[in-house]
């Protein structure tokens, strides 16, 4: 699917400036881009809330108070920028695979009738209508239909089998209503119209036909979902609204500012960080990972889904395996020990740092000591769990726990590009690396030099998924094509 390239009615200039917005569950960001130079001008971050209480496995939000973070977000990055009247289009990003449930009724348009439910959720995976699992019913059902062209799996917490679950719980509502991926929402809000998708949020549903471009009729049929339900696809990069009212007045600029339609997050922080260079692997570690590269044409592989991309590209993605989450259970067990045993507290990122230290001052190889740091499973095997290998008196200390685990982070982005070029795929002759969880630990970052034997570059950007929302938004009122955009972004080594 190509870029959507509708032009504004307003002259261009080139030296206008855009708004990126990326929406998600821990935080919100914003970032204000010059279009002449690729520069960002301003950045600004607001903490989200945290997740409304629930049963273990729930992963729900209140949709309110996402949205607010958002606009709060955009308007402090406006306002710092100091130009904010410059302002020419907006483009936002956000966490795929989750979403909400809005009325569409006339009056009450927008209003949730569900909480965010979250890519975490694991409501898909508990036994239902005498399956195993929900997405086990789901798989049965489509099994004589032809779904290799969705490009994912049916796995718990995506759209798909969150509304799954709904209907065979009597979930679903009664009256005019949409499903929405969170950006989608805000993009919603920003507007003030219905939730509409693109190619690179709805292929997070499970739902999608990524070679045809639309929703599989199909699938949703033998799964007994409402077709209206889902919110309609409009190219990536199109122009969907203006800016109105209450949103305007949030984010301190002006009504009728044009609005994109929401991109993926992924698709967006590989944009922002990589363009569209086919000789770069990215690997992004946050709270979760992802390995990914452009595939020129539709492509399977084993843990791989193939996510459409910008101008009938997709990508090629590694994820929701390994990441920040792996580490994060370590720093817990330490910090609990410190606790429990010693009455002693840590802060959180004080602990990094010392495990990193630690980390660091333990041989390659780690004394023979290995982990598996998929702890919560993965898409396509929920039940898989981490191991560590190896272990005796002197490899069961605090720094070879966490080496061994990085190395097995580092291993598991290696072994997912192997599946990559099983598919064919090309090698790639650069390793971009972006995300906190590279950026803050230099020894994740040599280990992922060292195994994959190609020069890690960092992008110029912080915030690299908000950044390429914004620079879509400039391909989409035609101030840039794709190309330009690419030339403009760079790497540090």
């Known amino acids: 699917m190509a870029v959507a390239r509708s032009h504004d009615s307003r002259p261009t200039t080139h030296d206008s400036l855009y708004l990126g917005l990326d929406i998600g569950t821990t935080k919100a960001a914003a970032v204000v881009v010059d279009a002449a130079t690729g520069e960002q001008i301003a950045v600004a971050s607001v903490a989200q809330p945290g997740p409304l209480p629930g049963a273990p496995g729930r992963s729900e939000w209140e949709s309110r108070g996402l949205i607010d973070a958002a606009l709060a977000a955009g308007g402090a990055a406006g306002a710092a920028s100091g130009r904010a009247?410059?302002?020419?289009?907006?483009g936002v990003t956000g966490q795929q695979h989750g979403g909400l449930i809005v009325s569409a009724a006339p009056g009450d348009r927008?209003?949730?009738?569900?909480?965010?439910?979250?890519?975490?959720?694991?409501?898909?995976?508990?036994?239902?209508?005498?399956?195993?699992?929900?997405?086990?019913?789901?798989?049965?059902?489509?099994?004589?239909?032809?779904t290799a062209r969705t490009g994912c799996p049916l796995a718990s917490g995506f759209l798909g089998a969150t509304l799954f679950w709904l209907a065979r719980h009597g979930g679903l509502p009664t009256g005019p209503a949409r499903a929405s991926f969170v950006p989608d929402y805000l993009v919603a809000h920003l507007c003030d119209g219905l939730p509409v998708t693109d190619p690179t949020n709805a292929g997070g549903a499970g739902l999608f036909d990524a070679v045809a471009g639309r929703w599989h009729a199909e699938m949703i049929a033998a799964l007994d979902l409402p077709p209206d339900l889902l919110p309609p696809v409009h190219p990536t990069g199109?122009?969907?609204?203006?800016?109105?009212?209450?949103?305007?007045?949030?984010?301190?600029?002006?009504?009728?500012?044009?609005?994109?339609?929401?991109?993926?997050?992924?698709?967006?922080s590989f944009f922002g960080s990589v363009g569209v260079s086919t000789d770069a692997l990215l690997v992004n570690v946050g709270t979760g990972g992802q390995v990914s590269a452009i595939a020129p044409r539709f492509v399977r592989g084993d843990l791989l889904e193939t996510r459409p991309y910008l101008d009938g590209s997709y990508l090629l993605v590694g994820g929701g395996i390994v990441g920040g989450?792996?580490?994060?259970?370590?720093?817990?067990?330490?910090?609990?020990?410190?606790?429990?045993?010693?009455?002693?507290?840590?802060?959180?990122?004080?602990?990094?740092?010392?495990?990193?230290?630690?980390?660091?001052?333990?041989?390659?190889?780690?004394?023979?000591?290995?982990?598996?740091?998929?702890f919560g499973g993965n898409r396509y095997d929920p039940d898989q769990r981490g191991i560590y290998t190896g272990l005796d008196?002197?490899?069961?200390?605090?720094?070879?726990?966490?080496?061994?685990?990085?190395?097995?982070?580092?291993?598991?982005?290696?072994?997912l590009y192997g599946t990559m070029l099983a598919t064919g795929l090309a090698p790639r002759a650069r390793l971009i690396g972006s995300g906190n969880g590279i950026r803050n630990n230099p020894l994740l970052a040599e280990l992922l030099r060292d195994i994959f034997g190609l020069p890690l570059i960092s992008p110029r950007h912080r915030e690299e998924a908000a950044h390429g929302a914004a620079l879509l938004a400039a391909v989409a009122v035609g101030e840039l094509t794709t190309m330009e955009a690419t030339g403009r972004l760079g790497y540090e080594e």
């Open 325 to 374: 989450r792996s580490y994060a259970i370590l720093r817990d067990f330490i910090g609990q020990i410190g606790r429990d045993l010693f009455g002693v507290a840590a802060a959180p990122d004080d602990l990094y740092a010392r495990l990193n230290a630690l980390a660091a001052a333990v041989p390659p190889g780690s004394d023979g000591l290995r982990c598996d740091p998929r």
């Open 238 to 268: 199109t122009i969907v609204g203006r800016l109105a009212g209450a949103a305007a007045g949030a984010l301190g600029l002006p009504a009728g500012v044009p609005v994109t339609n929401a991109l993926g997050d992924n698709q967006a």
């Open 85 to 90: 009247g410059e302002i020419a289009a907006i």
């Open 110 to 146: 927008l209003r949730p009738l569900t909480p965010i439910i979250g890519w975490q959720d694991k409501r898909g995976d508990e036994p239902t209508g005498g399956f195993p699992s929900a997405v086990a019913w789901m798989r049965a059902l489509t099994a004589g239909v032809d």
């Open 393 to 415: 008196a002197r490899t069961f200390t605090p720094g070879h726990l966490a080496r061994a685990l990085l190395e097995g982070v580092a291993a598991t982005f290696r072994d």
